[in-house]
């Protein structure tokens, strides 16, 4: 038997090390940039196309090494669709905190911000220009976040969304998890908006390797084992988590099952238990089934996406579910209120809510035609509304529905 020397123990162990640091640097650099830097103008220069490959490439790992349903503690703050609405992605981080402290941002800042160069003929020379890090009244972080899926499609910028979040799940592992939205199917994102993006601003390859995350990702997350959390809504025939350990991955979202389910399922107080969905995949369910489901697994609330609902958020079932919907003035038509819920440490829940501002004055709105970039306008302050204080009221309108061509 031969024994490794310890200098090359500890060399393997340094060279590591070194690497880990250098990914850890190059994942920083992207957030920093869409942290900092992005606007609509300079996006298409924010990130090279090796860059996004290698990105999508390492998110699938990621992904791929962790199970289908994930534990999560609290606190965590949870939020719903964001569908390519990246700018209001960004107020919300500042609303409600982002997945970093603010001295970890300004060390960010100093490696990668301001960096400029002026070669003379015999010395080169680098400067470093001021840092400003944006509003002052930003909420400090770092937060933790769940999120519940359908991050492409509909809006302007669902790469952007896509890249600064896996960004942040694979430098932050401890603070972000993402989930699994029905979106993030090719069968879907090929119809709704984010494969003609990709083609317009990179390239059919980028879009593919897009997809190999997507196909890994996970499909449900239980909060302090007493809340469970999926894009889509229950399923009955989910008894126990370890079924999803025999899914094989890379997997795409069928009509039917499980999978179908937990991603495209809508309540509906018009049924019991459960029936076939008019989406033409998976069910719908009903107030019983939310109350036999939760008892099973011994639940104190279910939180999913997948539906607008007007005001942010809407209870079901004698508040045992919530659907919350997290992208505000969606598809610029719909004056809905964006909502986050907050799970403290104690178990109670609120909601911060982002309002599109509704009423623009004769100048707001000239500068609205002019400029090519739809999106909600600046939101209002934070909102904060306690969870027992709705009651309940059946969700309505819909994300989106299911047609002949996406079966």
Request: hydrophobic fraction near 35%.
């Amino acid at each position: 038997m031969v024994v490794p020397r310890p200098t090359a123990e500890k060399k393997l162990g340094h060279s590591n090390e070194e690497d880990k640091k250098k990914v850890q640097r190059w994942l920083e650099a992207i957030i920093f940039r869409y942290f900092h830097i992005w606007t609509p103008i300079n996006c298409q220069g924010m990130i090279k196309s090796y860059e996004i490959a290698e990105l999508c490439l390492r998110a699938r790992e990621f992904f791929w090494m962790n199970r289908l349903y994930r534990e999560v503690d609290v606190p965590v703050k949870i939020v719903g669709d964001i569908h390519g609405q990246f700018e209001d992605l960004r107020h919300m981080f500042n609303m409600n905190g982002w997945p970093f402290s603010e001295d970890e941002i300004k060390e960010m800042g100093k490696n990668h911000y301001g960096r400029v160069k002026l070669v003379d003929k015999h010395v080169t020379k680098t400067f470093r220009l001021p840092i400003q890090y944006g509003s002052p009244d930003r909420h400090p972080g770092p937060s933790h976040y769940l999120f519940l899926g359908d991050y492409v499609d509909r809006g302007t910028f669902s790469l952007d969304v896509v890249v600064l979040l896996f960004a942040l799940q694979l430098r932050y592992p401890e603070r972000i998890t993402l989930l699994r939205g029905n979106h993030e199917s090719r069968a879907v994102n090929k119809q709704y908006g984010f494969y003609n993006e990709v083609m317009r601003r990179y390239s059919e390859h980028i879009y593919e390797i897009c997809q190999l995350p997507f196909y890994t990702m996970p499909l449900t997350a239980i909060v302090n084992k007493r809340i469970m959390c999926m894009h889509g809504g229950i399923s009955e025939t989910l008894h126990d988590f370890k079924q999803l350990d025999n899914v094989m991955r890379p997997f795409d979202i069928p009509d039917v099952g499980i999978i179908a389910d937990l991603t495209w399922a809508d309540p509906d107080p018009s049924v019991d238990r459960y029936q076939d969905s008019p989406r033409g995949a998976a069910k719908i369910f009903g107030v019983k089934a939310v109350e036999e489901f939760c008892s099973h697994f011994d639940l104190d609330l279910i939180v999913r996406a997948h539906q607008v609902v007007q005001d942010g958020y809407e209870f079901f079932a004698n508040r045992r579910l919530v659907t919350i919907f997290s992208a505000p003035y969606y598809c610029s038509q719909t004056f809905n209120v964006a909502a986050v819920l907050h799970i403290s440490k104690d178990m109670v829940g609120s909601f911060s809510l982002m309002k599109p501002v509704q009423e623009l004055n004769s100048h707001s709105k000239r500068q609205q035609k002019k400029t090519a970039n739809v999106g909600p306008t600046a939101p209002t302050p934070i909102a904060t509304t306690p969870v027992d204080k709705d009651n309940d009221k059946k969700t309505t309108g819909d994300g989106d529905g299911k047609s002949e061509e996406e079966h």
